[in-house]
Each structure stands twice: as structure tokens, then as C-alpha cells.
């Protein structure tokens, strides 16, 4: 399968070896490649899932014939990709997003949040991953995204921001606050409060203990806890100041592949999943297992994700990408 890139790289090693000066360039252009590879695979698999589901039942042996092609490539892949180590990242499956005071049903996507349970429950239950890690979207009381709070700090906003009387909740707005650079801050409802009923993992998710049987390893992540600085993505703030424990964790376990999924798409799972290509993971959304704010900008996001060779996949495909 990876034939053309080894004999690619055996010819850039020769090159190497008699001029090593260019040993970025050629690492860069190998990351390129193996990239594109990726996602002509992603291609094809998702054409192939399309083509099945459109033959009918009166196509029995084209059927057959092309499920046996399909079965023995993705064979051969994962016995080329054996080295895979996978993390679930579940992402912020709290109370105030799915029925509390940020629920995406009185959002413009009007998405009801809970769906994603029952289809990370299964994912859970029928792959094997290494590592599980929940993110727990954290704020404290005073945090600077509540539209509530916005008069703590009315005083920061910048001569160019939307003004104060013009902001509105989910309006955009920027401050400047002593020794931070300028944030763009989107103003929502107060949500995820520590230790309230809406900022709990909701009852129906399915969160593998610490000490497991199956020797997954788990790790919960808290974020948003700083009153001056959001954090949509599980990695970073959204300042890029403080990282959470998510990549050292994940780097001590050998991960290089991480899935994403949870609440909500165009936010927290769009910038968790950024971060993790930043970090240099395999990443892939589950598309199916996520819900979000609002089409338009879900889409976007998603385009963005794409763009940046993040790969979209449904949750029925996972087990393409990883070995039981
Ligand atoms: C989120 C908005 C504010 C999320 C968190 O989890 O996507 N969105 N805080
Ligand atoms: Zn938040």
C-alpha cells in the first residue's frame, strides 16, 4: 500500500546521504506525502461506504465482490499501521450543554446533545482504544466568558471592541488585560460552573474508571479554570498561555492517533482537534459523534479541520483506523 512512499524514501535517503543539508526539507516533503496518502485512503473508503449503500440487495455478488476488496485492503493497512496507538478524546458531555443553561437545542443548530452519548457509549464498547481522556469544560464563577461577568471588566474592553452597551449575549467581545495579549472573547451564558449540577459529566455517558481491567489509561482533564482566559480546546487556552496535562499524557502513553468527539463541534472539539494536529497526532472528528452551536459555523470549522489534512470520519469507520 505505502509501496510509492518507501521507494520515495529509500531514493530521498540516497540524496541525504551524499548532501544532508537537506534533511528538513526532505523530512517535510515525506510529512506531505504520507499525508496525501491519508487521505486518498480516506477517499476511497468513504467512496466505498457510499457505493455499498446504494447497491440493492439485487446486486447480491457485486455486493459481495466489493466487500471482500474493501475487507482485505483494510487488512493490509492495519497490518502496516500495527504501530497505531489510539486516544478517545471526549469532549465537555456536560449537563449545561445538553439540557442546561447552554444547551445546543436553544441554539441556532437547535442539535440536541445527548445523541452523541449513545454513539460514544458504543464506540467505547466496541473498540479497544489506549487511552481515554474527558474534558470537563471548568469555570470558575467570575470567568471572563459569561455574558454576566461582562461589567467585572468593562473597563478592558479595547477602543476597538463592540462597545459595552452594544454587546449582547454570544456577541464577540475584546479586551485588553494587564499583561495578557488581546482576547476575542464570545460572550455566553453562564455555564460549567465548578462543581454545579451543569457542569457534570451527564449520568448516561459511559466514563471507564481509572483503574480498569482493560489497562486503558484515563484522564480527565479540567479547562476554562483561569477567570481571565478561556480554553475551548482541551490542550491549549485559547491565549496559548498554559497547557493542560492532555499531551504529556498522551505523548507518556505513545499515542499517535487521537479520535474526537463530544460537545460542541464548531468550539471545543474543533479547537481540541487543531491542537492535537499541532501536537503531531493522526486526528480524525467523529462526526457523528459530535453536536454543535450552529450549522453554518460547523461547517466552516470542519472545512477548516479538512483543510488542515484533519480527517472527518463517522463513527461506523473507526474500525478502520484501529485494531481490536
Ligand atoms: C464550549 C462554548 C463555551 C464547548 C465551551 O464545550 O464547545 N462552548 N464553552
Ligand atoms: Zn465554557
Known amino acids: 500500500m505505502h509501496t510509492s512512499l518507501l521507494v520515495f524514501s529509500i531514493f530521498l535517503i540516497g540524496t541525504t546521504l551524499s548532501n544532508p543539508v537537506h ?3 526532505i523530512s517535510k516533503k515525506l510529512t506531505a506525502i504520507s499525508e496525501q496518502i491519508d487521505q486518498a485512503e480516506l477517499r476511497l473508503n468513504n467512496s466505498i461506504t457510499k457505493l455499498l449503500s ?3 440487495s439485487s446486486n447480491h455478488d457485486l455486493t459481495q465482490l466489493i466487500k471482500s476488496i474493501h475487507t482485505s485492503r483494510v487488512v493490509d493497512n492495519s497490518q502496516s499501521s500495527n504501530q497505531a496507538v489510539s486516544a478517545l478524546l471526549v469532549i465537555d458531555v456536560q449537563y449545561d450543554f445538553i439540557d442546561g443553561s447552554l444547551a445546543l437545542k436553544n441554539c441556532p443548530s437547535k ?7 449513545p454513539v460514544i457509549n458504543q464506540l467505547l464498547d466496541s473498540h479497544k482504544f489506549d487511552v481515554v481522556a474527558y474534558s470537563h469544560d471548568w469555570h470558575p464563577t467570575d470567568h471572563i466568558s459569561f455574558f454576566d461577568n461582562l461589567h467585572l471588566r468593562s473597563h478592558l474592553l479595547t477602543s476597538d471592541s463592540i462597545p459595552l ?9 475584546t479586551f485588553a488585560i494587564n ?17 454545579t449540577h451543569g457542569a457534570k459529566l451527564h449520568s448516561d455517558l459511559k466514563v471507564i474508571e481509572e483503574d480498569n481491567a482493560q489497562n486503558i489509561s484515563v484522564i480527565h482533564i479540567q479547562k476554562g479554570t483561569k477567570p481571565d482566559v478561556d ?11 498554559g497547557e493542560t496535562q492532555l499531551n504529556q499524557f498522551l505523548k507518556e502513553k505513545g499515542v499517535t492517533q487521537v479520535f474526537v468527539v463530544g460537545l460542541a463541534t ?3 472539539v474543533y479547537s481540541t482537534a487543531i491542537h492535537g494536529m499541532e501536537h503531531g497526532y493522526k486526528t480524525f472528528i467523529i462526526e457523528d459523534a459530535c453536536r454543535g452551536v450552529d450549522e453554518k459555523t460547523i461547517k466552516e470549522r470542519l472545512n477548516d479541520f479538512t483543510q ?14 484501529i485494531q481490536e
Open 23 to 25: 534533511y528538513d526539507q
Open 231 to 241: 480554553s475551548y480546546s482541551a490542550f491549549w487556552d485559547n491565549s496559548k498561555l
Open 54 to 56: 446504494k447497491l440493492d
Open 111 to 117: 442539535h440536541n446533545g445527548e445523541e452523541v452519548i
Open 179 to 195: 499583561g495578557l495579549p488581546r482576547m476575542e472573547q464570545s460572550l455566553w451564558p453562564r455555564h460549567c460552573v465548578q462543581n
Open 266 to 268: 464548531d468550539w471545543c
Open 308 to 321: 488542515k489534512n484533519g480527517h472527518i470520519i463517522k463513527s461506523s469507520q473507526v474500525k478502520d483506523y
Open 165 to 173: 452597551a452594544d454587546l449582547k449575549l454570544y456577541s464577540i467581545a
